[in-house]
């Protein structure tokens, strides 16, 4: 059974720092994309970060582009979304997804939720002063 559980949500004032972790466990394929969603109150999911295991590559939504970095942990199976200067537009429950393959970053970066193959539940990122 695959599972994705995120972690490192919470509240912070405009300018500050989150780190999210995304733990990924009983997905065989040692070839797999990492994205990150959010969605806030009232919106639609969005595709916000991603990045593939086997070269690295990534991708990022203009509006977080300089703002968010993200990056993985093969060994132990974990990804990582640094979140610094975050504005109160960034406030969202942010997921993330797993998908099999060369193509998670295309889905993301083409919002493209339902594309994914595997989702965690969720973790809420407040930004309000």
């Known amino acids: 059974q695959v599972q994705l559980v995120e972690s490192g949500g919470g509240w912070v004032q405009p300018g500050g720092s989150l780190r999210l972790s995304c733990v990924v466990s009983g997905l065989t394929s040692d070839w797999y994309g990492i994205g990150w969603f959010r969605q806030a109150p009232g919106k639609e999911r969005e595709g916000v970060s991603c990045?593939?295991?086997?070269?690295?590559?990534?991708y990022y939504r203009e509006s977080v582009k300089g703002r968010f970095t993200i990056s993985r942990d093969n060994a132990n199976d974990t990804a990582f979304l640094q979140m610094d200067s975050l504005r109160p537009e960034d406030t969202a429950i942010y997921y993330c997804?797993?998908?099999?393959?060369?193509?998670?970053?295309?889905?993301?970066?083409?919002?493209?939720?339902?594309?994914?193959?595997?989702w965690g539940k969720g973790s809420l990122v407040t930004v309000s002063s």
């Open positions: 997804a797993a998908d099999r393959g060369a193509f998670a970053c295309a889905l993301v970066a083409a919002n493209y939720a339902n594309g994914m193959d595997y």
């Open positions: 990045i593939n295991s086997r070269d690295g590559t990534t």
